[in-house]
């Protein structure tokens, strides 16, 4: 079935550096999401990645998708604590989603 | 507006005893999914459904697992005669979209099931 492998597992960062978090898969994906679960929480969407070359940015978020989409990316700039949690990214194929390890992500402030 | 909701939040069974998980989907929701979370992993599929319709049931580990949703609305996973390895968080989600469709899934707070 479809794999998508996200690197690094674990991102501690100083308050107010920039995070970046990256899933690659081996093959083509027709799309893909990101989910953000805090710590003790459950997974929340944040967005859907469509298109080829698509960047997509929410406040400090910047999400790509690959030119091959076979790749993706979550960048966000100068974090906060409120920043915490892990990030997953999810791989649809129809309905069905196959997520990533994650990147947990921690901010000292 | 409401939520998905799970129960019970939490479940200590004996190694051998069934389980039932019930959710409870965001009213209108088409899709239905079950999730299995083991810690610091992401979550796994298990099986979804759309309306009563149990569309893909290969993410469910063995035969012990079933999932029903009668009504095209509340769905129960049941785990019988469970086994250690069985402890994880199970997760449901549900989500507008019908078949083929790609929408956003709104996932429940989970029922953590422990076997001993």
């Known amino acids: 079935g479809q794999q998508v492998m996200q690197i690094p597992q674990y991102q501690h960062v100083q308050e107010g550096e920039d995070f970046t978090t990256y899933c690659n898969s081996s093959t083509t994906l027709s799309n893909i999401q990101w989910y953000k679960q805090r710590p003790g929480g459950h997974p929340v969407f944040l967005i859907q990645l469509v298109k080829s070359g698509e960047v997509k940015k929410q406040k400090r978020l910047t999400f790509q998708f690959g030119e091959a989409k076979k790749n993706s990316s979550l960048h966000i700039t100068a974090t906060q604590t409120t920043d915490v949690g892990t990030y997953f990214c999810a791989a649809s194929s129809g309905s069905r989603l196959t997520f990533g390890e994650g990147t947990q992500l921690t901010v000292n402030p | 507006g409401a939520g998905v909701s799970q129960s019970p939040r939490y479940k200590v069974t004996k190694r051998g005893q069934d389980v039932a998980l019930r959710c409870d989907p965001i009213?209108?929701?088409?899709?239905l999914y079950w999730y299995r979370q083991a810690l610091g992993q992401g979550p796994e599929f298990l099986t979804y459904f759309n309306y009563e319709a149990q569309q893909d049931k290969s993410g469910l580990p063995n035969d012990r697992f079933s999932a029903e949703r009668p009504e095209g609305s509340i769905s129960t996973l049941t785990i019988q005669r469970t086994e250690q390895r069985d402890s994880a968080m199970y997760r449901c989600?549900?989500?507008?979209?019908?078949?083929?469709?790609?929408?956003?899934?709104?996932f429940g707070p989970g029922t953590r099931l422990t076997v001993t």
């Open positions: 989600a549900s989500s507008l979209g019908g078949a083929q469709s790609s929408y956003e899934q709104y």
């Open positions: 009213s209108g929701h088409v899709s």
